[in-house]
């Protein structure tokens, strides 16, 4: 069993930067595959980025491609997400996830277990 913690959250202006933190504990961290997930007000769960076991591959949502970034450091058992040009369409919570395997990365139901999340407000 895993937990996940988010963490960096909070309310930035439109261009800004926040990195958001994703604690593990409770299993071996380096066997899952982490994926990063946010959901707006009135909208469905939708996928930001996913890295493998090793940090080798990575993968984003094309509304976040070339502003965000995906990095995982198995010793601090602690995946990140660096935002950076922040939109107000960025505002959403902000989840982390894990799961066993790399395929489907995009589908929130795939994944085994899921952190509390952290809101991200973007004022225009």
């Known amino acids: 069993q895993v937990q996940l913690v988010e963490s960096g959250g909070g309310l930035v202006q439109a261009g800004g930067s926040l990195r958001l933190s994703c604690a593990a504990s409770g299993g071996t961290f380096s066997n899952y595959v982490m994926g990063w997930f946010r959901q707006a007000p009135g909208k469905e769960r939708e996928f930001v980025a996913a890295i493998n076991w090793s940090g080798g591959s990575t993968y984003y949502a094309e509304s976040v491609k070339g502003r965000f970034t995906i990095s995982r450091d198995n010793a601090k058992m602690t995946v990140y997400l660096q935002m950076n040009s922040l939109k107000p369409e960025d505002t959403a919570v902000y989840y982390c996830?894990?799961?066993?395997?790399?395929?489907?990365?995009?589908?929130?139901?795939?994944?085994?277990?899921w952190g509390q999340g952290t809101q991200v407000t973007v004022s225009s």
């Open positions: 996830a894990a799961r066993w395997s790399i395929r489907d990365y995009y589908r929130s139901q795939t994944y085994d277990y």
